[in-house]
């Protein structure tokens, strides 16, 4: 597998970078800021566009079949809807301790994958949002859940961290099984077109492939790297994206030439697999 540097943020402090694609965008949502950039994927001209401003803590996004946008705030447990090309942002729901992702079915509910604290207990709840804004669970979990993606039959795997450090597969009815195991505190995911999951397993700095059948594989190796990857994401042709936070590039491969532009906060490198 070669591994490449795709674009580098650099600023004074350190802040997580969540990744989700979208056609042939990038989405980067930063913890430690309040903007969305998208990133418009090229051979040598990856351009960084701010696309929409004002949220405390941005977590992994997603989009409707309109291309309205879907930003869960980590730090308030709101979710807000940006309208296609990041000219309104409403509030849509709220209730939630720390949402961190968030995957659509094809009436465009939302589930949230949320791993704060509800009432001083871990909360368990996988959450349901509708269009209009009522919040509900979904199913009850049994642990914090960092992240969620959807495959094309409409079933959701959802990421559990401890207890459980697991991933969980959820049909559209709610029905729960476990669908694979190993993990050290499970991040975020994402899926690719042959429905194979690639898992951040970051305490042990790996991201782990996943097949349909539940078949559990290193991907991906970090661990000598000292790094904290903290987003995952695929674009349409199977290359794998990587957001690091670190300082030393001493143990990561020679990389010849690389993009930079300081507009999110920390170490940040994309590297794309």
Same mark, same amino acid.
């Given at each position: 597998?070669?591994?490449?540097?795709?674009?580098?943020?650099?600023?004074?402090?350190?802040?997580?970078?969540?990744?989700?694609?979208?056609?042939?965008?990038?989405?980067?949502?930063?913890?430690?800021?309040?903007?969305?950039?998208?990133?418009?994927?090229?051979?040598?001209?990856?351009?960084?566009?701010?696309?929409?401003?004002?949220?405390?803590?941005?977590?992994?996004?997603? /989009? $409707?079949?309109?291309?309205?946008?879907? *930003?869960?705030? *980590?730090?308030?447990?709101?979710?807000?809807?940006?309208?296609?090309?990041?000219?309104?942002?409403?509030?849509?729901?709220?209730?939630?301790?720390?949402?961190?992702?968030?995957?659509?079915?094809?009436?465009?509910?939302?589930?949230?994958?949320?791993? +704060?604290?509800?009432? +001083?207990?871990?909360?368990?709840?996988?959450?349901?949002?509708?269009?209009?804004? *009522?919040?509900?669970? /979904?199913?009850?979990?049994?642990?914090?859940?960092?992240?969620?993606?959807? $495959?094309?039959? +409409?079933?959701?795997?959802?990421?559990?961290?401890?207890?459980?450090?697991?991933?969980?597969?959820?049909?559209? $009815?709610?029905?729960?099984?476990?669908?694979?195991?190993? %993990?050290?505190?499970?991040? !975020?995911? $994402?899926?690719?077109?042959?429905?194979?999951?690639?898992?951040?397993?970051?305490?042990?700095?790996?991201?782990?492939?996943?097949?349909?059948? +539940?078949?559990?594989?290193?991907?991906?190796?970090?661990?000598?790297?000292?790094?904290?990857?903290?987003? *995952?994401?695929?674009?349409?042709?199977?290359?794998?994206?990587?957001? %690091?936070?670190?300082?030393? /590039?001493?143990?990561?491969?020679?990389?010849?030439?690389?993009?930079?532009?300081?507009?999110? /906060?920390?170490?940040? !490198?994309?590297?794309?697999?």
């Amino acid at each position: 597998m070669n591994i490449s540097t795709f674009r580098t943020q650099r600023k004074s402090q350190k802040g997580l970078v969540q990744l989700l694609r979208q056609g042939n965008l990038l989405c980067l949502a930063c913890i430690a800021c309040l903007s969305l950039l998208l990133w418009a994927q090229g051979t040598q001209a990856q351009t960084v566009t701010t696309y929409a401003t004002g949220f405390d803590g941005p977590g992994r996004v997603s /989009f $409707d079949a309109a291309g309205n946008m879907y *930003v869960p705030e *980590v730090n308030t447990g709101l979710i807000n809807k940006v309208t296609l090309g990041g000219s309104t942002t409403t509030t849509l729901a709220t209730g939630m301790s720390n949402p961190r992702s968030i995957a659509l079915d094809a009436t465009d509910n939302l589930y949230v994958a949320d791993n +704060g604290l509800l009432g +001083g207990s871990a909360n368990t709840s996988l959450w349901k949002v509708t269009p209009a804004g *009522v919040l509900s669970t /979904f199913v009850n979990i049994g642990a914090n859940t960092n992240g969620i993606v959807k $495959d094309a039959a +409409g079933n959701f795997y959802v990421t559990r961290a401890s207890p459980g450090n697991d991933v969980r597969k959820i049909t559209p $009815d709610g029905t729960i099984t476990t669908f694979a195991t190993g %993990f050290t505190f499970p991040w !975020h995911l $994402d899926i690719d077109a042959a429905g194979n999951l690639y898992v951040n397993s970051a305490n042990s700095r790996k991201i782990l492939k996943v097949t349909p059948a +539940g078949v559990v594989s290193t991907f991906y190796d970090y661990s000598a790297s000292g790094a904290s990857c903290s987003g *995952v994401a695929l674009d349409a042709a199977g290359n794998v994206y990587l957001s %690091f936070s670190l300082r030393d /590039f001493s143990n990561f491969p020679t990389v010849t030439s690389y993009f930079e532009k300081s507009r999110c /906060f920390g170490y940040q !490198h994309l590297y794309v697999c």
